[in-house]
C-alpha cells in the first residue's frame, strides 16, 4: 500500500472516527514527512493526542500497529516526492470525488484550531506575553516566509503604539543588521511553524547570546522556538490543505496585540492619536468624493447620496 491509498483511506473513514482520532487523522494527512521520520511519541505529543491513539487510528484503518502504518510514510520519502507535492496530490485526487465535502473538511479543522486559542489558559499566557513586551525597551517582531504576514501585521499595529519595535525581515540580505542593538532589555517576538525556517531558529540563538527575552508563536512545546522562549503562545496549524493553516495563528496575534493595547497608558494612547493624525495628513485610505449640487429649489444642497446638507437625517 502507498501514501496515496493511506490517505485515501484516512478521508474515507474520517466522518466515522471519534474526535481523538479525527485529530490524529488531520496531522497524519497534514505531516506526511514526520511521520516518515520521528517517533510514534512525539508525533501523538505534536498531534495533541496520547500515543495510544495513534496506535487505535492504526489499527481503526486496517493496520497491525502504528509502525505497519508508518512504512508507506517512509517508502514515499525514499521516493523523493516533497511533502507539499505529496499533499497537493492528495488534494487534487480528493477534490475530484467532490470538492464541497473537501471544504468542508478545511473549515472544521481551521474551526477546531481556532477553538484551541480560546480559554483561560491560553488568555493567562497571553496576557503574561504582553507584558513582557509593554516592559521591553524595544521590541524586534521576526516571522519569515508564510509567516511574514503576521509579523508584518504585528508590527505595523503595534508601531501605532510605540515606536520602539523593528521587523527583523531581513530585506537587501541585512537580516542579522536587523539584529543590531539586541539586549537584556529587549524582546524577540518569533513566528515560525513546522517546517520551521533556518533563519528564524538562527535569530533565536542571536537573541539568547544577547540575554534578549523570546516570545514564541509556534505550535509546539518541543519547537526549537520553545526551548529558549520565556513565552510559548500555541496555534495549531495542521489542515487538510497543502499547505498550513495560519487562521488560529492570526487569532493568537490578534489577542496578543489586543492584551498589549489594553494595557498602555497615556503615552499609548496619545502615540496612536499622533498616528492617527499623520494617516489623515498623508491622505492614506480613500475616501469617496462627495460631490454637491443643488436641489430642484435651489434652497439647499444636497450630497450625492441625496441627504440634505442642513437636514442630515434621511
Known amino acids: 500500500m502507498d501514501l496515496a491509498q493511506v490517505n485515501s483511506i484516512l478521508q474515507a473513514s474520517y ?16 505531516n506526511p514527512e ?3 521520520l520521528t517517533s510514534m511519541r512525539r508525533i501523538a505529543g505534536h498531534a495533541g493526542v496520547k500515543p495510544s491513539t495513534m496506535v487505535r487510528l492504526a489499527r481503526a484503518i486496517g493496520f497491525e500497529g502504528f509502525e505497519e502504518l508508518r512504512e508507506p510514510y ?3 520519502l525514499r521516493g523523493g516526492e516533497g511533502a507539499y507535492e505529496a499533499r497537493a496530490r492528495s488534494l487534487r485526487d480528493r477534490g475530484a470525488g467532490g ?29 503574561q506575553a504582553a507584558q513582557t513586551l509593554t516592559g521591553a525597551r524595544r521590541v524586534y517582531v521576526l516571522g519569515l516566509r508564510s509567516c511574514y504576514a503576521l509579523a508584518h501585521y504585528f508590527h505595523y499595529a503595534y508601531g501605532m503604539v510605540r515606536e520602539e519595535v523593528r521587523l527583523v525581515d531581513g530585506s537587501g540580505g541585512t537580516f542579522l543588521d536587523s539584529l543590531r542593538g539586541l ?8 513566528i515560525s511553524f513546522r517546517p520551521y525556517t533556518r533563519e528564524t531558529v538562527m535569530a533565536l540563538d542571536i537573541a539568547v547570546e544577547a540575554g534578549a527575552t523570546v516570545v514564541a508563536v509556534t505550535d509546539s512545546l518541543v519547537s ?9 503562545l500555541l496555534a495549531d496549524t495542521t489542515s487538510p490543505n497543502f499547505f498550513q493553516s495560519l487562521v488560529a495563528a492570526q487569532s493568537v496575534i490578534q489577542q496578543l496585540l489586543g492584551a498589549t493595547v489594553a494595557s498602555i497608558g497615556d503615552d499609548g494612547l496619545q502615540a ?6 499623520r494617516l489623515k495628513q498623508f491622505d492614506a485610505y480613500w475616501q469617496e468624493p462627495r460631490r454637491r449640487r443643488r436641489d430642484g429649489d435651489g434652497d439647499s444642497e444636497i450630497d450625492e447620496a441625496g441627504l440634505d446638507e442642513e437636514d442630515p437625517t434621511p
Open 74 to 76: 517512509r517508502s514515499w
Open 99 to 127: 470538492i464541497h465535502a473537501l471544504l468542508r473538511e478545511i473549515q472544521e479543522a481551521d474551526a477546531t484550531a481556532l477553538a484551541g486559542t480560546a480559554g483561560p489558559a491560553v488568555g493567562d499566557a497571553i496576557v
Open 224 to 232: 526549537p522556538l520553545a526551548r529558549p522562549a520565556r513565552h510559548v
Open 183 to 190: 539586549g537584556p532589555q529587549d524582546v524577540l517576538l518569533a
Open 15 to 30: 466522518e466515522d472516527l471519534s474526535p481523538q482520532l479525527r485529530q490524529a487523522a488531520r496531522y497524519l494527512l497534514a
Open 272 to 277: 496612536i492619536k499622533e498616528s492617527e493624525r
Open 34 to 36: 514526520e511521520v516518515a
